[in-house]
């Protein structure tokens, strides 16, 4: 009888034992899958995945020529929006420079009217010297009728001669100076336009930058964006940057959004679109809606696995969701599949 007994427990054992290794391997080979099927048939199954919030959108804040880092207003990680002073300038070697070549471009332009006025003025000479000689030559004829019936003695009529000759020789005179002045005008305006063409582009380049800085108070760089947060600061007052340096960098918070990993094998699962729901330890008890909004072209390698990331839009976004936070997430997969 003892026997029977013992046998009949040996039985039982023995099926209990395979029906929970049944149960193990099943539940072991969904947790693999990272695909979470419960209640089928009652809801939609997910995939998890890991995520980071980041953002789509930031500004770097620098000038595009030599200027000091004058005063800073901001630390790293400080929360800014739109009016709050971020950084003053001493802009003294742009405004320099700008002085600097508008007093050469003054000069030139003096030059070039002083050009003008030295050819005009030899040129009225030539106008004035031929009405005289003009005149003379009339006089002449008058001169050399009365001296013919002797009315004027021979050293006069022979003066009047000779101040003809010279007033012909001063008209000569004229013309060849003239004629010189009016060539080297030429090449010398010539050079001395260029000069100016080259000063008036390089005062609008000057110009230009300083404009492109959108200084405020003359010296000055306000944040231009809403909401916003100091990610780095590059540079320390007394510095002295250019168009090769960063002074720092803003981040748009309102661009906030998760990018996250799926892994390779549930990537034909994912579409634009699709709901997703993001959670993180930092913000306890809170369920954060969004949609996918970008699946990367390609995969990357990352701890060993093929993952392609995916960016995940936030509809319910609020200030308890940090930058650099990491996030859970949870995305839904419809019952039809990926659409």
């Not at 980041?54 to 020529?65: G, N, P």
């Not at 050819?119 to 001296?147: Q, W």
């Not at 309102?254 to 993180?280: C, H, L, N, P, W």
Request: charged share 30%; glycine share 6%.
């Amino acid at each position: 009888m003892k026997k029977i007994i013992l046998l009949t427990w040996i039985c039982v054992f023995l099926l209990t034992g395979c029906s929970v290794s049944s149960s193990i391997d099943e539940t072991g080979s969904t947790e693999m899958m990272n695909v979470n099927e419960e209640n089928k048939g009652d809801k939609n199954s997910t995939i998890q995945a890991y995520g980071v919030v980041e953002a789509t959108d930031s500004k770097t804040i620098s000038v595009d020529f030599h200027a000091r880092v004058d005063k800073i207003h901001v630390k790293s990680g400080q929360k800014v929006q739109r009016g709050d002073k971020l950084v003053d300038f001493d802009i003294s070697a742009l405004q320099n420079d700008i002085n600097s070549k508008n007093m050469d471009l003054k000069q030139i332009n003096f030059q070039l009217s002083q050009s003008d006025y030295s050819v005009g003025k030899v040129r009225l000479e030539l106008e004035s010297a031929k009405a005289e000689l003009e005149t003379l030559e009339k006089n002449m004829i008058s001169n050399k009728k009365l001296y013919d019936v002797g009315a004027i003695s021979q050293v006069d009529y022979d003066d009047f001669k000779n101040k003809l000759a010279n007033q012909k020789r001063h008209v000569k005179s004229l013309q060849m100076s003239l004629k010189d002045s009016e060539s080297a005008q030429v090449d010398g305006d010539m050079q001395k336009k260029n000069t100016k063409e080259r000063l008036e582009e390089e005062i609008k380049l000057l110009n230009d930058k300083y404009e492109k800085a959108n200084f405020v108070n003359g010296n000055q760089i306000i944040c231009d964006i809403n909401h916003g947060v100091v990610a780095d600061v590059f540079v320390k007052e007394g510095a002295y940057v250019d168009r090769e340096s960063n002074v720092m960098n803003i981040v748009n918070l309102d661009t906030r959004m998760v990018k996250a990993d799926i892994a390779e094998e549930f990537i034909s699962k994912v579409y634009v679109g699709q709901k997703a729901e993001i959670t993180s330890m930092a913000v306890p008890n809170k369920v954060y809606k969004g949609k996918i909004s970008r699946i990367w072209g390609m995969s990357i390698k990352k701890g060993g696995e093929t993952i392609i990331p995916v960016e995940i839009e936030i509809e319910n976004l609020d200030d308890d969701l940090y930058m650099n936070f990491s996030v859970d997430v949870s995305v839904q997969l419809d019952k039809e599949g990926k659409k």
